[in-house]
C-alpha cells in the first residue's frame, strides 16, 4: 500500500488510487481478525461534519441560493470525505501494529525513485510515457494527476530519508538535490515555495533546537549569515541559470516567474490565484456558520461569480464547506497536534517527526492546492494521533 500512495488517477470522473483497494483489504483484515481500533472521537467528529456538510448541501443552499444541484456532485463528495475517515482509520492502526515506520520507509524510497525518473526523462529531453508520466507533455507529474500534487507528494517523501540518523551527509545531500530538481521538472511553483519553506524550518530547528555551546552556535550563525549574503550576491546568477532552463524546458519556466516576477507568477501564467482566493473568501461570507456543504462549490461559484473552480486552498476550502465552526475546530485540533509533537520531550521521537515534518509539508502546500481530500494528511494525521497518544499512555503509566 505505501508505494501506491505515490499514485493517483482519474477514472469516471473520481480520483482513484490503487492504495484505495489495499485499503479496503486492509481494514477487512483487520475488522476480521479483531484488532481494528476505532478512535471515538475522530468518528463522532466525523459524524458531525457528516451530517452538517450533507444537511447544507440537500436542503440549505438549493432553497437559499435557488440552485439546482447534481445529486452524483454531492454523492461523489461524500464518497472523498468518507475515504479520509478510512485512510485516517488505516493510519492509526498501522500505528497501533508499529507498521508505520516501514510504511514510511517504502513510501518515501518510491517517491524519491519516481522523482529521480522525472529529472531523467526531463533532463534527457526524453518523452518516453509523456502521456502517463507529464501534464500537456512538459510538466512532470509523476504518478499523480496534477504536477503541484506531485511536488508536495515529493517533498514528503525527502523527509524520512533526510531525518534518518544512519543516513551520511552526503546522501542526504542528494536527496535534497533529487527533490529539488524534481520540483523543477514539475514546473511547480506550489512545490519551490514548499520546499523552500520546509528548508527554512529544518534550518531553524538544527541551530535552535540542538543542545550547543555558545562558541559553536554563534558559528553556525555567522555560516547562516554568509550563507544568505552569498546567495543575495548570487542571485542574479541564479536568475541566470534558471532564465536559461526555461529557455530549453518549458516546465521551468513557471518556476523562473518566482523570480523574475513574483505577483505575476501568483496571478497569472495559469494559477489566478489572487482571483481564485477571493472567490473564495465571498463564498465564505455567504454562509459562515453552516457553510455550502459538499458537491455545492463549483456551482456557487459558477453561478455567483462567474467563476468555475475550486478554492486551490485547503483552509478555504474547509471553511467554505464546512463553516467557520467545524473548520476552526478541526485546524485548531490540527495544530495542537503538531505543537505536541513538536515541544513535548516525552513524545518527540525519530518517528512522530517525520509523521509532523510529513503534515506541516502538507499543509504548506495547502495554502496554494486543495488538499483536503488528500490520502496521506488522513492517513499520517491517523498516524500520529495514534502515536502521540500511546506515548502520552505511557508516559503516564512510568
Not at 526555461?246 to 516576477?261: E, G, I, K, N, Q
Not at 495544530?335 to 513538536?342: N, R, V
Not at 499543509?363 to 497518544?389: C, K
Amino acid at each position: 500500500m505505501a508505494i501506491f500512495l505515490n499514485q493517483s488517477d482519474v477514472l469516471f470522473g473520481v480520483n482513484i488510487s490503487f492504495a484505495d483497494f489495499f485499503c479496503v483489504i486492509i481494514l477487512m483484515v483487520l475488522a476480521f481478525s479483531h484488532c481494528l481500533i476505532i478512535p471515538i472521537i475522530p468518528i463522532v467528529f466525523f459524524l458531525v461534519v457528516s451530517m452538517s456538510v450533507l444537511l447544507t448541501a440537500v436542503f440549505y443552499v438549493p432553497f437559499h441560493f435557488e440552485l439546482y444541484l447534481d445529486p452524483i456532485k454531492i454523492i461523489s463528495d461524500y464518497i472523498k470525505l468518507c475515504a479520509t475517515i478510512l485512510y485516517f482509520f488505516i493510519g492509526y492502526n498501522l500505528a497501533n501494529l508499529n507498521l508505520i515506520t516501514k510504511t514510511i520507509k517504502w513510501y518515501s524510497i518510491f517517491g524519491i525513485l519516481i522523482g529521480l525518473l522525472g529529472v531523467t526523462l526531463t533532463v534527457l529531453n526524453l518523452k518516453i510515457f509523456s502521456q502517463v508520466l507529464f501534464y500537456a507533455d512538459t510538466r512532470y507529474k509523476g504518478l499523480m494527476i496534477d504536477p503541484n500534487y506531485f511536488s508536495v507528494i515529493l517533498i514528503t517523501s525527502s523527509v524520512y530519508l533526510t531525518r534518518l540518523k544512519e543516513m551520511k551527509v552526503k546522501w542526504k545531500l542528494v536527496i535534497f538535490i533529487i527533490t529539488f530538481l524534481s520540483v523543477l521538472a514539475a514546473g511547480s511553483k506550489t512545490g519551490l515555495i514548499t520546499l523552500f519553506c520546509y528548508l527554512l524550518i529544518r534550518t531553524f530547528e538544527y541551530v535552535f533546537s540542538k543542545k550547543k555551546n555558545i562558541k559553536m552556535l554563534v558559528i553556525q550563525l555567522v555560516l547562516i549569515v554568509m550563507t544568505i549574503i552569498i546567495t543575495t550576491m548570487a542571485f542574479n546568477f541564479f536568475q541566470q541559470f534558471i532564465s536559461d532552463l526555461a529557455t530549453s524546458r518549458p516546465s521551468f519556466a513557471r518556476v523562473y516567474l518566482l523570480f523574475a516576477d513574483f505577483n505575476g507568477a501568483v496571478s497569472g501564467n495559469g494559477s489566478e490565484r489572487d482571483r481564485t482566493w477571493y472567490v473564495a473568501l465571498q463564498i465564505i461570507k455567504l454562509s459562515p456558520l453552516f457553510g455550502i456543504g459538499i458537491g455545492t462549490y463549483t456551482s456557487i461559484a459558477s453561478s455567483m461569480f462567474n467563476y468555475n473552480n475550486v478554492a486551490h486552498n485547503t483552509f478555504l476550502q474547509i471553511t467554505a464547506e464546512w463553516g467557520l465552526p467545524l473548520a476552526v475546530f478541526f485546524l485548531s485540533y490540527l495544530f495542537y497536534t503538531l505543537g505536541k509533537a513538536t515541544f513535548s520531550k516525552s513524545i518527540n521521537t525519530e518517528t512522530n517527526l517525520i509523521l509532523r515534518d510529513i503534515i506541516i509539508i502538507v499543509l504548506f502546500g495547502s495554502m496554494a492546492i486543495t488538499l483536503s481530500n488528500a490520502r496521506i494528511l488522513w492517513f499520517f494525521l491517523g498516524a500520529i494521533v495514534y502515536s502521540l497518544d500511546r506515548n502520552k499512555i505511557n508516559s503516564t503509566n512510568k
